[in-house]
């Protein structure tokens, strides 16, 4: 009886040892299976330098921890061009737009090049952007001519700029990219947008 005990104490053991060892070796083999992404993103170190040329903007947001803005990049696309007619306008060329705010400036590219814009805004350093289509009111259709570019109806003519300074303050402001005729009024200039910032 004793004898059958002990041979059953230890078979027992055995096989625990038995199952240590396959799930050491199941974990080795997964180990040494892996390969290519997998096995070089295993070995690689997760820290990543920053992007050069940034300047960090110092203490921000209290707590007395520090953070350096990155550049934002934002694109949409905005009617150029158009036709008027006596019930609305008919598009007719169109030009994708791309914001970046980098070192403190605004950047808008019109297509061809990029514009600084950042004197449309008060002083200050501008860390993030947003560009889209100005939201514009009701079409008048008095004898198929527009009063401005804000009565197109549509967001045709108006490129809408708005960006997030260092110290948390957004502002915006309006860029005229057609005239009320429907012609486009590009390569986009500072004097295209509206001399005053609106803060939300």
Not at 39 to 62: C, H, N
Not at 146 to 161: D, E, K, S
Not at 167 to 184: F, K, W
């Amino acid at each position: 009886m004793i004898s059958r005990r002990s041979s059953s104490a230890s078979g027992s053991r055995g096989a625990g040892r038995l199952l240590m060892w396959s799930a050491a070796a199941a974990v080795t083999c997964a180990t040494v299976g892996l390969s290519g992404v997998v096995a070089a993103s295993a070995t690689t170190a997760t820290a990543k330098a920053a992007p050069t040329g940034q300047v960090a903007t110092g203490q921000m947001g209290g707590g007395g921890r520090s953070y350096t803005p990155y550049p934002r990049l934002d694109s949409t696309n905005v009617i150029t061009a158009f036709g008027v007619g006596a019930a609305g306008i008919t598009p007719t060329a169109s030009e994708t737009f791309t914001g970046s705010a980098r070192r403190g400036h605004v950047w808008v590219h019109d297509g061809t090049n990029w514009v600084d814009l950042t004197t449309a805004f008060p002083a200050g350093y501008y860390y993030d952007i947003s560009v889209a289509p100005a939201p514009s009111a009701a079409f008048a259709a008095v004898g198929g001519v527009l009063t401005g570019a804000t009565t197109t109806g549509t967001p045709a003519g108006l490129l809408r700029v708005t960006v997030r300074r260092a110290d948390g303050a957004i502002l915006r402001t309006d860029c005229s990219v057609s005239s009320t005729t429907g012609a486009s009024t590009l390569p986009l200039t500072r004097s295209d947008c509206s001399t005053n910032a609106t803060q939300l």
